[in-house]
């Protein structure tokens, strides 16, 4: 994502949980990588930006990062929601029905006066309905990486015997790059 965002031009902030993830960051181009255990990202970002606000917020963690997303957005902003790790991280179900409710609830007025808004993509649902629309998006990114505009930011790579212990790491969130399984 950061290299495609990259060639549209785009300065990216970027939010990781350790050091050693925000110098990853830093190395594949993100311009402002935001340890959000040891600094507030929202201060960050605004302190960074003064009074300009984000354009675009790609999510996969929901929670209340989408409700802190939303603030930082300015008008004509987009949120874009791809996953909701924050609910598959909580414990038992009553954290899980907390966790759902920090997204906030939203009546779409509240998205029209301020030009504001707020996107969710499901792959799977997507594939299921819309398959041409994956194999369009899938073809550019491999016609990207042929070409070496875009490359591979490395990762882990697991046989399918080892599918639990990869699938362990990503829970962990102890992954840098993509976690790849071979069958």
């Not at 970027?14 to 959000?36: E, F, M, Q, R, W």
């Not at 790790?85 to 006066?113: D, T, V, W």
Request: proline residues 2%; hydrophobic residues 40%; glycine residues 12%.
């Amino acid at each position: 994502m950061v290299q495609l965002l990259k060639l549209k031009g785009a300065v990216i902030f970027g939010t990781c949980g350790s050091d050693g993830k925000a110098n990853y960051l830093k190395s594949l181009g993100v311009a402002y990588p935001i340890n959000y255990k040891t600094t507030d990202y929202k201060t960050e970002v605004t302190r960074i930006l003064g009074k300009k606000k984000l354009d675009i917020i790609f999510d996969s963690i929901g929670g209340k990062y989408v409700r802190d997303g939303i603030d930082l957005l300015g008008a004509g902003g987009r949120m874009v929601c791809y996953g909701a790790s924050e609910i598959m991280m909580s414990g038992n179900f009553f954290s899980k029905i907390r966790s759902a409710l920090q997204f906030g609830i939203y009546h779409p007025a509240s998205f029209m006066i301020k030009s504001k808004s707020l996107i969710g993509v499901s792959m799977l649902r997507l594939a299921d309905s819309q398959p041409q629309v994956i194999q369009r998006c899938l073809q550019g990114v491999v016609a990207l990486a042929d070409q070496g505009v875009i490359k591979s930011a490395g990762g882990l790579e697991f046989s399918v015997d080892q599918l639990a212990q990869a699938h362990q790491i990503l829970e962990e969130r102890k992954t840098m790059g993509k976690v790849m399984v071979k069958w």
